[in-house]
């Protein structure tokens, strides 16, 4: 993730965040508190998300919206996993209190949801076979290869991409997790698996197949941010959310929590959601 990030974090932002801080009286809250936990939805994407076999939830989204949470007088979270697709509407159906998944910022999501200000930071990657044998290094690349098939989660950011940039509807192959897309690259079923390039990484390494390399990271996508999202209508429970996380960012406990995943803290401390979930 250093390597092709290097970002300067400002604290100038969060201190005047933390100087204007009201004190919150809002009924989500309270509910929350109530019940002793939030609800959050994940993808169970590490190092974005995770669930052990004995069920814990953990991850560098769902560890940071713990802290955050319980410092707001909720104890703790209760995960369930969704595909990206689906996060917004159970969200909006109420299924979930909050998304804490890896969902990066774009305007059409911000439209949607209420994020709060950045956590996570990532550019995108593609597994391949070893050797790269079709010279794929961008979703363009992808898009003028009538024999490239590209696997991608449902509603997620690279199905996104991959569509923009011109790939047909027939060879972007939607697949419900990590695992999966991995063994529809083993299998040669995909030519190209793509999710963030910590994602991918982790993947990858777990695997620990010598016939799969990556490429990193993908030429001409962006790099994003993500933020806890929380249902339209519920911004106090999010700006309550903001203020707890901003201290989190200064204290230096925020590095603590997301640096051993590899994340960097100042990343997601150079830039807004009010920069990130403008159109362009």
Not at 123 to 143: C, M, Q, T, W
Not at 146 to 171: F, H, N, Q, W
Not at 228 to 242: C, H, I, P, Q, T
Request: with cysteine; proline share 6%; net charge negative.
């Amino acid at each position: 993730m250093r390597t092709f990030l290097t970002i300067t974090a400002s604290t100038g932002a969060l201190t005047a965040m933390l100087a204007a801080a009201p004190a919150w009286a809002d009924g989500k809250l309270e509910e929350l508190k109530e019940q002793g936990f939030a609800r959050v939805a994940i993808a169970n994407e590490p190092p974005f998300t995770a669930v052990a076999a004995d069920g814990k939830v953990s991850g560098a989204a769902p560890d940071v919206a713990r802290e955050v949470f319980k410092r707001l007088g909720v104890e703790d979270i209760v995960a369930s996993i969704s595909e990206y697709g689906a996060m917004i509407p159970g969200l909006q159906a109420g299924r979930h209190d909050v998304i804490t998944a890896g969902l990066f910022m774009k305007p059409e999501r911000c439209n949607a949801v209420a994020y709060s200000e950045p956590i996570l930071c990532d550019a995108e990657a593609f597994a391949l076979k070893k050797g790269n044998p079709l010279k794929l290094k961008s979703y363009k690349d992808i898009a003028d290869n009538p024999d490239a098939k590209i696997g991608a989660p449902g509603g997620g950011t690279e199905e996104k991409l991959a569509l923009e940039a011109g790939v047909p509807r027939d060879r972007v192959i939607v697949v419900p997790d990590g695992q999966s897309g991995l063994k529809m690259l083993q299998d040669g079923r995909i030519d190209v698996y793509s999710l963030p390039v910590l994602s991918i990484n982790a993947l990858v390494s777990k695997a620990n197949d010598p016939s799969v390399e990556v490429v990193a990271p993908v030429e001409g996508a962006p790099v994003y941010c993500d933020g806890a999202a929380f249902k339209k209508g519920e911004e106090a429970l999010r700006d309550a959310f903001d203020v707890e996380l901003a201290k989190l960012k200064q204290s230096g406990e925020f590095a603590k929590i997301i640096e051993p995943y590899g994340f960097s803290a100042a990343a997601a401390m150079s830039t807004t959601r009010e920069k990130l979930c403008a159109t362009k």
